[in-house]
């Protein structure tokens, strides 16, 4: 491994962990979807399609 | 730990290159895409010239009306599965989506999931090269020029040259080549419909039969339908990509779903109604006919700018993947890219691959219908939404996502079973069918049967045996063999 890699390497493993520290504080995430969400990707995106697919069968 | 130390410029960008391209996690001030922003990328990547393919296998099996509601209906709900058990998690914690796949099949295991991923790369990469190499072929032949397959494999060879050109540049290439041709094939998409309609109109076009129909018209429909299925799933490797680069929860989910399933859908039925009207399935071939020597010619060119372009984009994404493997790390950048694109050479030797087209497109529900399945119960139903990111990068045998010598039997076990029972279903190759496959299709028991089973081992064997980390902190934890 040349220098140039070595340092790159070194840098990678810091930067993850400073990144992974910072992922785990207060607002570091998009808040997951709600349940709304899921009870309209449910009806929409998969039942509505069923629907179509079983009708026109 | 030591002070981090100031780092150079140069240090600097590559690091910042491996938060966006590569496989550090990407944090939320970092990411570019609102809604506009995944709207429009999405297009770009949905609306591309194998659209025209897909309807055109469809237009194979079943006539207008049945294959309009399973190229839409099935490219939506390929869509809707593979985001909702991938793109949620990579867009939550900004992460690759095979590190993703670690959490559920383990640091080894999740590596079996890279060579589907992969397969999935190169398959498409060759499809698109031969359908560029045959368009470019007819465009020859037009103009007097010889017909032959030698024309093909010559194109084949080009294009590939041109893709791994644009690969090594850098991915901002495509840019360029992304904003003559999305608007281009917008464009030819829209006047398809226009000749399709004012040729023979919807009537015209429903009463045309399918150009192989089969005995059983269940049967066809079923299979119609698993293309669509097909093409949806087969977005599963490319939207952790995209999806881990966007602002919010919905913005990972719902314009994935509108531009990749819907208007993707739309797009494919261009190929549906085109192919049931010229009585070809071959894009390549009845664009001439559809467009005339000006304009056919014209259309073909663009659909082959876009297929190196996009050959390009899933051999930059191969790459990227193929820096999972630990041999492969060291090798610098253009010979990691030269590896990928090896196994694309096949086509170029054998250019009939892509009369198999069909068959690799049920392959991807195969693979991919029974890892979204198992991925969407263990993130969100087992995990609660939660992951551990630092152990997603812990080699070390204590790592939560360790599981059995780096594998989930469970997890793995459940795919293979998924996958078996297509296959048994419905053979992706062959096209024979056992079992209730004309009432049930393929797909829905590969995702549901699995999905189950998963559950009930995960939650027996699993959960009670703290093995995965299922009920640990989120806290990150010090890493002692990290993985990247």
């Known amino acids: 491994m040349s220098n140039d890699d070595s340092a790159f390497s070194r840098a990678l493993h810091e930067e993850l962990n400073r990144r992974i520290h910072e992922l785990a504080g207060p607002d570091a995430t998009p808040p997951p979807m709600t349940r709304g969400d899921a009870l309209l990707v449910l009806a929409l995106f998969v039942l509505l399609p069923a629907l179509a697919i079983w009708w026109f069968a | 730990m030591t002070a981090t130390e100031p780092r150079s410029p140069e240090l600097d960008a590559r690091i910042r290159e491996e938060a966006l391209f590569g496989r550090l996690p990407l944090l939320r001030s970092e990411r570019e895409y609102s809604t506009r922003g995944i709207l429009a990328t999405g297009f770009t990547y949905a609306v591309a010239a194998w659209c025209f393919l897909i309807g055109g296998y469809a237009a194979k099996v079943v006539g207008a009306t049945q294959g309009v509601v399973a190229l839409i209906a099935g490219c939506v709900l390929g869509v809707t599965i593979s985001a909702a058990a991938s793109a949620l ?8 989506q095979i590190d993703f796949c670690k959490s559920c099949f383990g640091q080894t295991g999740a590596k079996l999931i890279l060579i589907f991923y992969i397969l999935n790369q190169i398959g498409w990469t060759g499809m698109v090269l031969v359908m560029f190499g045959r368009g470019l072929g007819n465009v020859v032949h037009a103009f007097g020029g010889p017909s032959s397959e030698w024309v093909t494999r010559a194109a084949v060879l080009a294009g590939l040259v041109v893709a791994y050109w644009v690969v090594i540049r850098g991915v901002h290439v495509l840019n360029v080549f992304n904003s003559i041709v999305t608007p ?27 150009l192989e129909p089969a005995g059983d018209a269940r049967l066809s429909y079923v299979t119609a339908l698993e293309y669509g299925l097909g093409a949806g799933f087969s977005w599963w490797p490319g939207i952790g990509f995209l999806t881990r680069n966007t602002d919010t929860q919905r913005n990972s989910f719902y314009p994935q779903v509108l531009t990749m399933g819907l208007g993707m859908g739309v797009v494919c039925t261009t190929g549906l109604l085109a192919g049931l009207l010229y009585r070809r ?3 390549t071939e009845w664009m001439m006919q559809a467009g005339g020597p000006v304009l ?10 876009a297929n190196v372009s996009a050959s390009a984009m899933m051999m930059y994404t191969a790459a990227l993947a193929l820096r999972h493997v630990r041999a492969l790390r060291v090798l610098q950048w253009r010979w990691l890219c030269l590896l990928g694109f090896v196994p694309v050479l096949g086509y170029a030797i054998f250019p009939e691959l892509y009369d198999r087209g069909s068959a690799f497109l049920a392959y991807n529900a195969t693979m991919f219908a029974p890892i979204s399945g198992v991925l969407l119960v263990d993130y969100v139903l087992l995990r609660r939404q939660r992951l551990n990111v630092s152990q997603l990068y812990e080699d070390d045998p204590a790592g939560h996502y360790r599981f059995v010598g780096g594998f989930n039997p469970a997890a793995l076990g459940c795919m293979l079973l998924g996958q078996v029972l297509y296959i048994w279903l419905l053979d992706p190759v062959s096209l024979n069918a056992h079992g209730p496959v004309r009432f049930l299709t393929a797909s829905a028991p590969s995702v549901l049967l699995p999905m189950a089973v998963y559950w009930l081992i995960a939650r027996l064997w699993l959960v009670r045996t703290g093995m995965g980390g299922y009920r640990a902190s989120e806290r990150p934890i010090q890493l002692r063999r990290p993985n990247i």
């Open chain 2, 281 to 283: 399935y071959d894009p």
């Open chain 2, 89 to 96: 998690a990579c867009n939550r914690y900004g992460i690759e």
């Open chain 2, 296 to 305: 056919g010619v014209v259309a073909l060119l663009l659909v082959a700018i």
């Open chain 2, 184 to 210: 281009g094939l917008l464009i030819a998409t829209g006047l398809l419909f226009y000749v399709i309609f004012r040729d023979a109109g919807w009537h015209g076009i429903a009463a045309r039969a399918p």
